[in-house]
């Protein structure tokens, strides 16, 4: 891909972050989630400090990536002033080439290449290395493991070829080739990046290790649950996961179920505002989901959220709608659920609704009341950002529209959302959601 007309560039070499396949040799440390989120920190700060350079020299932006694509790019890092484009095929040192070769077939003079895996990046330190291809063909940063982190040319150079990389002889293999071919480079501050356990602070022993602080904390309130809450609980099960299950006084077997299957249990009195609230105080991840008993995830959870809040203006997701009866009503009813949730930005408490944990005390929690909850709480953060609803669907349980009937249960459902938006008083309206005891034989 030609890049436009333009001197100097600075390529941004990086990822998007996916959870297990993003800083994989800091999964055992951190989780798949954890490293992935390491990632994108890393990279916001790389992304940070090149815009303040740019808005001091006036560089030129490219970010070459891999994984992901321009729109996830853009709706994550934002912004007409950098360019997207993919890496090349090949090992580190052709995808490097190619993007270096791109920016000048495309008319830069000078071209700097940086990871995104170094903590102390700052705008200095991209501007030294601009600073230092005034006076030679060659920059380097050296990092601490034997690489480079920034390789920065005034022409194209075949220093890439020959080389063993992910090796503690890259810089030197580099330096050799510098010296033969009779270029003396200019060679920055050694840094350390990051990129195994013992580059963290403080470094990590992996014989040593304690198990990773959960990513997501999923909190699921009950009461009698013994028929539903272990396969819900088994959607759930997933590294850097934790699962809490606050019960409100089960006198079947669900407290013994969840434990069975690894939840750690909050007990206080019944009301599922309250019963959730006390879930998200015990909770210690970073993200909390508040799921409903009788609600299944979808396959791979955490991906679909981590992706979904990647967009750092998404202050509220949740999943897509459906249920376990695949009637023709029920298919109809779980479309215009999905309709309404994706344009109105009102999901309900069914579909699983997924949060920073910071936003969620920042809000005050789920307000108090009888009924509605989970919408007083989707209107509070839509005052705070954006609405976002992940791909995937979460499936529940039709028990409530078997037993009432779907029409009527959605008709109660669209009286109680319309009452919530209207201002109604919550206790007027908590009647309406009371399910009839099964008749004898039924």
Wanted: proline share 7%; aromatic share 6%.
């Amino acid at each position: 891909m030609r890049l436009s007309t333009f001197n100097p560039t600075l390529i941004i070499f990086g990822r998007y972050p996916v959870p297990g396949k993003t800083k994989t040799r800091l999964i055992p440390a951190l989780g798949p989630a954890g490293a992935a989120d390491l990632q994108r920190r890393l990279t916001e700060r790389t992304v940070a400090a090149a815009r303040q350079l740019a808005r001091r020299m006036g560089v030129r932006l490219v970010f070459c990536h891999a994984d992901g694509d321009a729109a996830h790019l853009q709706r994550w890092l934002g912004g007409k002033d950098l360019q997207y484009t993919p890496q090349a095929n090949g090992d580190l040192g052709r995808r490097m080439a190619t993007a270096i070769q791109d920016a000048f077939q495309g008319g830069a003079a000078r071209v700097v290449l940086v990871g995104t895996d170094i903590p102390a990046m700052s705008a200095t330190i991209l501007k030294n290395a601009f600073a230092g291809l005034a006076h030679h063909d060659l920059v380097l940063g050296p990092s601490r493991d034997g690489g480079y982190w920034l390789v920065g040319l005034t022409r194209p150079l075949n220093l890439f070829d020959g080389i063993a990389w992910s090796t503690p002889d890259v810089l030197s293999a580099t330096l050799k080739w510098a010296e033969q071919a009779g270029i003396q480079p200019f060679l920055l501050e050694p840094l350390a990046d990051l990129d195994t356990p013992a580059d963290l602070d403080p470094p990590v022993n992996l014989e040593r290790i304690k198990p990773p602080k959960p990513y997501l904390s999923v909190i699921i309130p009950t009461l009698n649950e013994e028929r539903q809450i272990g396969r819900t609980l088994e959607s759930a099960a997933a590294a850097d996961t934790e699962t809490i299950v606050c019960d409100g006084g089960s006198t079947d077997a669900t407290v013994a179920i969840a434990r069975r299957l690894g939840a750690r249990i909050v007990h206080g009195p019944i009301g599922r505002a309250r019963q959730q609230n006390r879930g998200a105080a015990a909770a210690g991840g970073e993200v909390l989901l508040f799921l409903h008993a009788d609600t299944r995830l979808p396959q791979d959870p955490v991906a679909h959220i981590f992706d979904t809040l990647m967009d750092r203006r998404v202050v509220l997701g949740a999943f897509r709608f459906a249920t376990d009866l695949s009637s023709p009503v029920m298919r109809w009813i779980s479309f215009w659920t999905n309709q309404r949730a994706g344009r109105l930005k009102l999901p309900y408490g069914d579909q699983g609704l997924f949060l920073r944990r910071r936003d969620f005390f920042r809000v005050g929690g789920f307000p108090q009341v009888p009924i509605a909850e989970d919408l007083y709480l989707v209107r509070r953060m839509a005052r705070r950002g954006r609405i976002a609803m992940a791909p995937a669907a979460a499936i529940t349980s039709a028990r409530r529209w078997q037993r009432l009937g779907p029409l009527r249960t959605t008709l109660v459902n669209t009286l109680i959302a319309t009452g919530c938006l209207a201002g109604m008083r919550p206790q007027r309206l908590a009647s309406l959601y009371r399910i009839p005891k099964k008749r004898r034989g039924a």
